[in-house]
C-alpha cells in the first residue's frame, strides 16, 4: 500500500482503519483516472492484513460533485469510444465493487451523478444538513451510470429510485437519512470523525469475520454492478452524441432548465 494514489491520499489510522482521502477540491469531480487510482488502492488494502475498514472521504467542500463536463480530458476519451465499447471508467467502477473491506464515506456537501454512485458503493454513508445527493442525469439529456441502475434501489427500492431518477432530483442529508442512503446524520465539521468512528467500530472485531459476512451481505453485487453497466455505458454513449445532451450541459451549467427537443 502506497502513501498516493494519483490524487489519492492514504493515511492509516488507530484501530485498524485507514483513510482514503479524494484530493480535487473544492468539488472533486472524478474521471477515469481517478477511479482506477482509488480501485488500485483498494485492491492493495485488501492485501493489508493490518487494515479491517477503510475511510472514503474528499477535501474541500464536496465529496463529489460528478463528472466535469467541460473537461478536454473527458471529450477525448468520449471520441474514442464506438457506440459499441464499454465505457473503461465502469470498468474500473467494478473493480472497486469487487474490493472485499468495509467502506464508511464521509458525504459532506454534493454527491453528483457519478460520484452519487461511488457514495453507494460504500458500505455506510455518513451525511449532514450540507450534503447534497443527486442523480440527475434526465436533466443532462442522457442516462445514469456506475452502476446506479442497480445500486440506488437495492438501496431506497423501485418506486424511490424512479422519483429520483425521472425527475433528476436533489435530496438533502435529512432525506438521505430517511430514506437509507445515509446511515448517521451529524453536522457537516463532523463527518469525516463520524466516519472515522464506525470504521474503527467495525475494525474492533474479527477481521475473517468481518470478510466474510460482508461477502454475505453483498452476494453477487459486482457481478450486478458489471451487468447493468454494460446497458448503462452503451445508452449513455449514443445519448451523449444527441443535441438534448448538450443543452442539458449547457443548461445545467446556466442553472435553468433545459430546452430540450428530442428527436
Keep these: 500500500m502506497k502513501d498516493k494514489y494519483g490524487d489519492v491520499a492514504v493515511t492509516k489510522l488507530d484501530g485498524h482503519v485507514v483513510q482514503c482521502e479524494i484530493q480535487r477540491p473544492p468539488n472533486n469531480f472524478f474521471d477515469l483516472a481517478l477511479i482506477k487510482d482509488l480501485s488500485e488502492c483498494f485492491e492493495d488494502i485488501d492485501e493489508e492484513k493490518d487494515i479491517r475498514a477503510i475511510v472514503l472521504c474528499a477535501e474541500g467542500k464536496h465529496f463529489c460533485a460528478g463528472a466535469n463536463f467541460g473537461s478536454n480530458v473527458r471529450a477525448a476519451e468520449l471520441e474514442k469510444r464506438t457506440a459499441s465499447d464499454r465505457n473503461p471508467l465502469y470498468d474500473e467502477a467494478v473493480r472497486l465493487f469487487r474490493c472485499k473491506k ?5 458525504v459532506q456537501g454534493a454527491a453528483v451523478g457519478g460520484g452519487f454512485g461511488l457514495a453507494l458503493m460504500a458500505d455506510f454513508r455518513i451525511v449532514c444538513p450540507a450534503t447534497r445527493m443527486t442523480a440527475n442525469f434526465v436533466k443532462l439529456g442522457f442516462t445514469p451510470g456506475f452502476g446506479l441502475t442497480h445500486t440506488l434501489e437495492r438501496i431506497v427500492g423501485a418506486q424511490r429510485a424512479n422519483l429520483l431518477f425521472l425527475t433528476g432530483r436533489r435530496i438533502n442529508g435529512e432525506t438521505a437519512l430517511e430514506w437509507g442512503l445515509g446511515d448517521i446524520f451529524t453536522e457537516v465539521e463532523n463527518v469525516r470523525d463520524a466516519a472515522i468512528e464506525l470504521a474503527q467500530e467495525i475494525a474492533e472485531n474479527a477481521p475473517l469475520a468481518l470478510l466474510s459476512l460482508r ?13 447493468v453497466t454494460t446497458i448503462e455505458s452503451r445508452e449513455q454513449k449514443w445519448l451523449q452524441g444527441t443535441n438534448d445532451h448538450k443543452e442539458g450541459v449547457k443548461a445545467v451549467g446556466e442553472k435553468r432548465p433545459g430546452n430540450f427537443t428530442g428527436p
Excluded at 102 to 106: D, E, G, I, M, S
Excluded at 221 to 227: E, G, P
Aim: negative net charge; hydrophobic residues 50%; glycine residues 6%.
Design 102 to 106: 468495509p467502506v464508511v464515506a464521509a
Design 215 to 227: 461477502d454475505q451481505m453483498r452476494p453477487g453485487l459486482a457481478d450486478a454492478v458489471n451487468d
